[in-house]
């Protein structure tokens, strides 16, 4: 029994010379204060978009989903840009060799000023983005958080959050709304092929759907496994604490999305700190053995605001179809599989 545990002490020890980090914690790196996280893998680094800046996007780099460096700016508007402020929720798609960052912004409109999608381009995930197309299409309403999903087909698909508002919502007489469209794009992302589709609305209890802040589905991430079309997707209003994921599954892109019964897979836990765990995006371990859903969470449970903080935790698809997240977590976790050791 001794030996063994002179062994064990001594596996540890080397492993902590050399700085190999046997486990992680959420929130993971604590200088990234994040909202909306986006995770694009390329060329075994991880690249983190994410809200966090009022003139663009600034990003920061990872080989491990762990420890994240920041880079600085991705894009970052001009006076002649025509988005001026509010710049949520960046993405970026690797697409036909080039780089293609979705966004919204406000800016004005023939219908007014508003929030609308933006297209920007580059030829390196790290940037500089140009805008390629902003706004993406205005069709007289404010439209939010945009995701672009390619099929194995290589057709490339357009979802996005269209919201609005009822009342003085501001004076809690009124609310919020917010609900998933989608739409089959041009191969060059810029033009619609038909008229946008209905994909989500709130109906779950789980979704506030008597909420006096926001009725919204919001967030959401697509993607094909095991023959199934999967929507991750937030609802209720960002700055409360039931803030959540949930999914739902379909058998083509655009066709009628069943939401799981088993919703919300990632809620608040306010005896361990976590609340308004969402607004999600999906991403592999770097020896693509396990899933990992990233998500950001309010950095001040007491007090929840548009200040969060970035989480990942471990992704699970059921043999039977179904789908759940190991989290939220606030304790030590085993690091994603295939990570590369750590510098000393």
Known sequence: MKVVLIVIILQ??????????????????DSVFAADPYVL??????????TNAGDGFKYWTSKNLVDWEDQGYAFQKTDSSWGQRSFWAPEVLAYRD??????????????????????????????????LQAPLFDLGFSCIDGHLFVDTDDKPYLYYEMVGAVGEHWKEKGYLWGVIMGVELSGDLLRMQHEPILCMYVDQEWEGPKSMKARSTEGMTVMKHGGMYYMTYSANHYADPNYGVG???CDRPLGLWVKSENNP?????????V???GHNSIISSPDRKEWFMVYHTHANPEKPSGKRVLNIDRMIFHMDGTLSIDGPTRTPQPMPSGSPEKKK
Do not use: H, W
């Open 12 to 29: 540890v020890s080397t492993l902590a010379m050399f700085g190999q980090e046997l486990n992680y914690t959420n929130p993971v790196s």
């Open 41 to 50: 893998f390329q060329n075994g680094i991880y690249y983190l978009y994410a």
């Open 98 to 131: 080039k780089f293609y960052l979705i966004y919204s912004a406000y800016g004005e409109t023939m219908f007014g000023g508003g929030l609308r999608l933006c297209l920007a381009v580059a030829d390196r995930p790290e940037g500089p983005f140009i805008d």
């Open 247 to 249: 999914y739902a599954t």
């Open 265 to 273: 897979i990632l809620s608040q836990d306010l005896s361990i700190g």
């Open 275 to 277: 609340s308004g765990p």
